[in-house]
């Protein structure tokens, strides 16, 4: 009998949490089970999922920020078809594929200060680990400046610019020369910067772990910093490029005109993996200095034609039906309902973001019963309120979201850029009704919380 995919899935899809809990990552299996997040989603289209019972989600997560066009995109997906149906030959290797080249010019045409070089890998940590290769190749210099909570992936290369201890710890050593500095602390950089040493400075210009956004003269004058002492600023627009934060590249909202900047995620067109590190030629040549180094940084599925096509139908998709607008006028409208829900509701401690890029802080409550109950939680771990929410989202309202960190009582939004008027109310309604239940201290928020607590407590 013919193999057949379609009826692999039908016949394996209850097994789905028990493959993960046996041969994949069992801690993770386990916890999507006590948070209640095990479901079996069978299809998703736009900005929803659907499960096998089907029951419709409202996807708040994603994909971190992979289904920007909302999922199973027309256009995408019948670039994906055309491509497998036109058998052209991929991965030659030794010639100048058509479709990268289109891509990179397409890529370079939406670029601030003229950035034309482009290489392209398979994920964000690729593309920042390029990054950082180039900078030290072209500036000769060895150190790195990373901000505090910055997050810029999980492979060795890039742990060592990661801001985050818990990701960090267990994995050193990690790359030398990479040092940590805090936000809008514009002295602090300068000092590092001084010592002449420093190949690139590197920011998530919002920083996507907390929604971190800086202050408004931070950046601009971290650039100037840069410029003056001979340093690269490298963006990483992994997250918040492809119109995320309501500008196509989020650095855009100060004028900025880095370096080298980063894309990944819904570059891809939630159908293939895919990265771009782009900067100036004079950069880019650093690495590959004379012909005899035109290969000394490559990776093998670099320009896969899959990813090229998905790339330009994306693209094409985002300028046609002008989802960067939209991420701005949506998550405007975003802000403000929950911004507003904030008077309401003192758990609420902020409310923040740019476009469709938006997160909420909680704080612990004045209220006796209540505050009692927020310090268990604190004390079984830390970050634990945020995560009652989460759960709250998904049981009472099917909706997809996700702590915005570890050990943060921040929830995060990253809707697709599709959503309208009818998601942007259903969010603020949710969050309402969450936050409402959340002021009694026997109702079910805090009750499932405790469930969580006893299971933090057991392991
Ligand atoms: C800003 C940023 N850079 C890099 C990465 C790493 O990307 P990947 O997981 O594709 O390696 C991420 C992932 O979330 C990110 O948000």
Excluded at 313 to 320: C, F, G, K
Excluded at 327 to 353: C, F, H, N, P, W
């Amino acid at each position: 009998m013919a193999w057949s995919l379609r009826q692999v899935i039908e016949a394996r899809q209850a097994d789905q949490y028990r493959l993960h809990g046996q041969y994949l990552n069992t801690s993770l299996a386990r916890v999507q089970g006590i948070i209640g997040f095990d479901k079996i989603y069978t299809r998703g289209e736009g900005a929803y999922l659907w499960d096998a019972d089907g029951t419709r989600y409202l996807d708040l997560l994603a994909g971190f920020s992979v289904f920007n066009l909302g999922r199973a995109h027309p256009t995408v997906k019948q670039a994906m078809q055309d491509l497998l149906s036109l058998d052209r030959p991929n991965l030659i290797k030794m010639d100048c594929p058509l479709l990268a080249g289109l891509l990179a010019e397409e890529l370079s045409k939406r670029m601030p200060g003229g950035l034309d070089a482009v290489f392209f890998a398979n994920s964000g940590a690729d593309a920042v680990d390029t990054a950082l290769k180039f900078a030290r190749a072209s500036t000769r210099r060895p150190r790195i400046i990373y901000l505090e909570h910055a997050f810029h992936g999980l492979t060795l290369g890039t742990l060592g610019i990661n801001g985050g201890e818990e990701f960090r710890k267990g994995f050193e050593p990690l790359v030398p020369g990479c040092d940590a500095v805090p936000m809008n602390d514009v002295d602090a950089l300068e000092k590092q910067l001084r010592a002449g040493d420093v190949a690139a400075f590197i920011v998530e210009p919002i920083q996507g772990k907390g929604v971190y956004i800086p202050a408004a003269t931070y950046l601009p004058e971290a650039q100037r910093l840069c410029r003056k002492h001979g340093t690269l600023f490298i963006c990483d627009e992994v997250q918040m490029g492809m119109g995320r934060t309501g500008r196509f590249l989020c650095c855009e909202h100060w004028g900025l005109e880095p370096d080298i900047v980063t894309l990944s995620k819904s570059l891809g067109g939630g159908y293939v993996p895919v990265s771009a590190t782009i900067t100036r030629r004079k950069i880019h040549d650093a690495t590959f200095s004379r012909l005899e180094r035109c290969q000394v940084h490559s990776t093998t599925f670099g320009q896969n034609e899959l990813a090229m096509a998905a790339g330009l139908a994306s693209l094409h998709v985002l300028d046609e039906e002008h989802l960067v607008e939209r991420s701005a006028t949506m998550g405007e409208k975003l802000l403000k309902g929950l911004t507003a829900l904030q008077e309401r509701y003192e758990m609420i401690a902020d409310v923040r973001g740019r476009g469709l890029l938006v997160g909420i802080e909680f704080k612990a409550p004045r209220s006796l019963a209540l505050r009692a109950a927020w310090t268990a939680a604190e004390a079984a771990q830390k970050g634990l309120f945020a995560q009652f929410v989460v759960m709250s989202l998904m049981r009472d309202h099917h909706m997809l979201t996700q702590v915005a960190g570890p050990g943060v009582n921040i929830i995060k939004f990253l809707p697709p850029l599709i959503i309208g008027e009818e998601e942007v109310t259903a969010i603020i309604t949710a969050i309402d009704q969450v936050m409402a239940e959340a002021t009694e201290v026997r109702g079910r928020v805090w009750a499932q919380g405790l469930e969580l607590v006893k299971h933090a407590l057991s392991r």
